[in-house]
């Protein structure tokens, strides 16, 4: 079943130039883009991104990093594409859970500083297709 996810390349990924390598890997996968977007994101979109992470340790620097600098916000399409995009992401420590040929596996090497977010639900995809591409049907 076609489904979509978001998927950002964090300020990580901009700054280190691999946007083209990671939205290259997306497209040999067989996903198409359905939106893509390069922008600095507001504390109040991030805070709301990751709502679920507000109580944890990590969330404030968590918050300085997504807002620190441009990052590419996608949706991104194709059949079982949540699943399908977290494989090409790997785990999300990158060096104790990601394999090599994940790129995490692959560019990463810390938990925060991890290059990519996928939606790891059908409902996270809808909330966060919603909060950073309200125009998109
Ligand atoms: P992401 O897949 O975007 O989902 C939540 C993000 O929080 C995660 O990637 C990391 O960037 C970050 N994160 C998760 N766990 C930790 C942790 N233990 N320490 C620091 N950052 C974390």
Redesign the pocket.
């Known amino acids: 079943m076609t489904e979509r996810t978001l998927v950002?390349i964090?300020p990580d990924g901009v700054a280190r130039a691999v946007v083209g390598e990671i939205i290259s890997r997306i497209e040999r996968k067989g996903l198409s883009l359905v939106a893509l977007q390069l922008t600095t994101v507001s504390d109040e979109v991030a805070r709301g991104h990751?709502a679920e992470?507000a109580e944890?340790?990590?969330f404030p620097?968590?918050l300085e990093?997504?807002t620190s600098g441009p990052l590419v916000a996608a949706v991104v399409e194709g059949p079982r594409a949540i699943a399908a995009f977290r494989q090409l992401?790997g785990g999300?420590?990158p060096v104790e859970k990601a394999v090599p040929g994940t790129i995490r596996g692959d560019f990463a090497l810390?938990?925060?500083?991890?290059l990519?977010?996928?939606s790891?639900s059908p409902e996270s995809a809808e909330r966060e297709i919603a909060l950073w591409f309200p125009g998109l049907s």
């Open positions: 950002l964090k990751y992470h944890k340790p990590f620097s968590l990093f997504i992401a999300t420590d810390e938990t925060q500083n991890n990519v977010h996928g790891d």
